[in-house]
C-alpha cells in the first residue's frame, strides 16, 4: 500500500509540474502574442485578440519599420493598414494567415520611373493624379489615376501590359 501511494504521489507531482508551465517558453512566441494584442485593433479601437498569428509574424517579417498600424477582422480574414516611407499600405491575409495581396497608395513621385515612361510615352498631354499598386502572389498590377481638362482616365498596367481600365468625362459644369 506504501509503494502505491507513494508512486501515486510521485506521478500526481510531475503531472502538476509539466501542466503548471515548467517547460522554458519560447520567447519568439511570447513576443508575438504581446504583439497580437498590442497591435490588433478595429476602426473604433476595441482590441481584436482573433488576429491570426501567422499572419503578424509574416507582416513583421515582410514590412520594416511600420508606423501607424491597424487590423482588421473582416470575413475572409485580416487586413492592416499602415505607413511605410511616407506610402499608405495595405496587406490581405486569409483567415489562416496566409498573404494574400498588398495595396500601395502613392502620388507620381513614387512611381517606378519604368512604369511613369511607359504610360507618360502614350498619355504624355495627362496628369497623374493618384496610383494604387497591387501586388499578388502571382501579379503586380499599377492603377494610374490620370486627367486632363475633359478627361478622367484610369490606366492599367498588369505585368507590363498597359489597357484603359475606365474613362470618364469631365462634367462641363453650368452654361450661363
Known amino acids: ?40 485593433t478595429t476602426a473604433t479601437g476595441e482590441d481584436v485578440a482573433v488576429i491570426n498569428s501567422r499572419a503578424i509574424k509574416d507582416f513583421k517579417k515582410s514590412f520594416k519599420l511600420p508606423s501607424d498600424e491597424k487590423w482588421y477582422k473582416i470575413e475572409t480574414g485580416f487586413i492592416v493598414k499602415f505607413v511605410q516611407d511616407g506610402i499608405q499600405h495595405r ?13 500601395r497608395y502613392y502620388s507620381e513621385k513614387q512611381l517606378p520611373k519604368d512604369v511613369r515612361r511607359q504610360v507618360k510615352s502614350v498619355y504624355y498631354d495627362y496628369t497623374i493624379t493618384s496610383v494604387q499598386e497591387f501586388t499578388f502572389p502571382i501579379h ?37
Open 1 to 40: 500500500m506504501k509503494k502505491f501511494l507513494l508512486s501515486s504521489a510521485k506521478a500526481f507531482l510531475l503531472a502538476i509540474a509539466l501542466s503548471t508551465g515548467a517547460m522554458a517558453q519560447d520567447p519568439a512566441k511570447t513576443e508575438v502574442a504581446k504583439l497580437e494584442i498590442k497591435s490588433a
Open 91 to 103: 496587406a490581405d491575409y486569409d483567415k489562416k494567415g496566409h498573404w494574400v495581396a498588398t495595396t
Open 140 to 176: 503586380h498590377v499599377y492603377l494610374v489615376n490620370m486627367e486632363d481638362e475633359k478627361t478622367i482616365l484610369i490606366i492599367r498596367i498588369c505585368d507590363g501590359e498597359m489597357d484603359v481600365y475606365k474613362e470618364l468625362k469631365k462634367s462641363e459644369g453650368p452654361k450661363k
